[in-house]
């Protein structure tokens, strides 16, 4: 049940819990006991990454420093391991840091439950939200949806500087918060709140002015509000930013959604 879900994967504020989903932080009791210092932050990022699984040490040297490591690499790193370590054990945040952070014979392991990290949350409803949409429950989903957003605090790793390594997995979040944005609207629209969206649509769009999704989205809107007009406006709006800016016409998909636009007007 989706309400299980809620209570179950809240965060026990008496566990650490660290977010990378906004700011790289390391709470426990509401207080953030992440490192200062932006390498040791980069590291802590990389591992948490990966919770409970080995990372390479070549996957930590390419993050930290990226083409360019310095001569005496391996040995900076470890001391980067052991500051991180000292952090664990100064704050208390496990029984034994060298338990948390172990060294293995090619990198590192964090070892942490996935649960602890709120990337696995925000995947949680969203995988909530698939089951209840297929379901046929779109108002169920939508709130699944809207959940697995609101675990996002900001942009992520907003506060770690980010080598090559980081900055894929970081894409790849934002591809997933998109895809979870789409589907939600897609819910909201289905269930019947398209009124609703068409501010935070039109909003949207401004901010994405070539998301051609997006833009079907708040057409939809518009025409099952009754304001066909706009929403064929919306459509020759795209069109012509898409033509200057990339030579292209909108999508089937969009294409297919303005003739029956047409058509719909036709046949009134």
Same mark, same amino acid.
């Given at each position: 049940m989706y309400s299980e879900l809620q209570r179950t994967d809240e965060p026990d504020r008496g566990t650490v =819990?660290?977010?990378?989903?906004?700011?790289l932080e390391v709470l426990r009791q509401g207080v953030d006991y992440a490192p200062s210092a932006p390498k040791i932050l980069s590291l802590l990022a990389v591992l948490v990454m990966r919770p409970g699984k080995m990372v390479h040490i070549d996957t930590l040297i390419r993050e930290l420093w990226s083409d360019h490591p310095p001569r005496t690499v391996r040995t900076t790193l470890h001391t980067y391991v052991y500051h991180l370590r000292r952090c664990i054990d100064q704050n208390g945040l496990a029984a034994d840091g060298e338990a948390m952070l172990a060294t293995k014979?090619?990198?590192?392991?964090?070892?942490?439950?996935?649960?602890?990290?709120?990337?696995?949350?925000?995947?949680?409803?969203? %995988?909530?939200?698939q089951e209840r949409q297929e379901a046929g429950d779109h108002s169920g989903a939508a709130d699944a949806y809207r959940d697995a957003l609101d675990v996002w605090t900001g942009p992520p790793f907003a506060n770690v500087q980010c080598g090559p390594v980081l900055s894929a997995y970081r894409t790849e979040l934002l591809e997933q918060r998109r895809s979870?944005? =789409?589907?939600?609207?897609?819910?909201?629209?289905?269930?019947?709140? =398209?009124?609703?969206?068409?501010?935070?649509?039109?909003?949207?769009?401004?901010?994405?002015?070539?998301?051609?999704?997006? =833009?079907? %989205?708040?057409m939809r809107a518009l025409g099952r509000s009754g304001r066909r007009s706009d929403a064929m406006a919306v459509y020759r709006r795209l069109r012509s930013r898409l033509a200057g800016e990339l030579?292209?016409?909108?999508?089937?998909?969009? %294409?297919?959604?303005?003739?029956?636009?047409?058509?719909?007007?036709?046949?009134?």
């Open positions: =819990h660290f977010t990378v989903l906004g700011p014979h090619t990198g590192y392991t964090f070892n942490i439950d996935p649960s602890q990290v709120d990337t696995y949350r925000f995947i949680r409803l969203q %995988q909530a939200g979870v944005l =789409h589907m939600r609207i897609e819910a909201e629209i289905v269930s019947g709140r =398209h009124r609703e969206l068409i501010g935070e649509l039109r909003s949207l769009t401004t901010g994405s002015p070539l998301d051609e999704a997006l =833009h079907g %989205q708040l030579g292209v016409e909108p999508c089937d998909d969009l %294409q297919v959604l303005h003739r029956e636009l047409i058509s719909e007007g036709d046949h009134r």
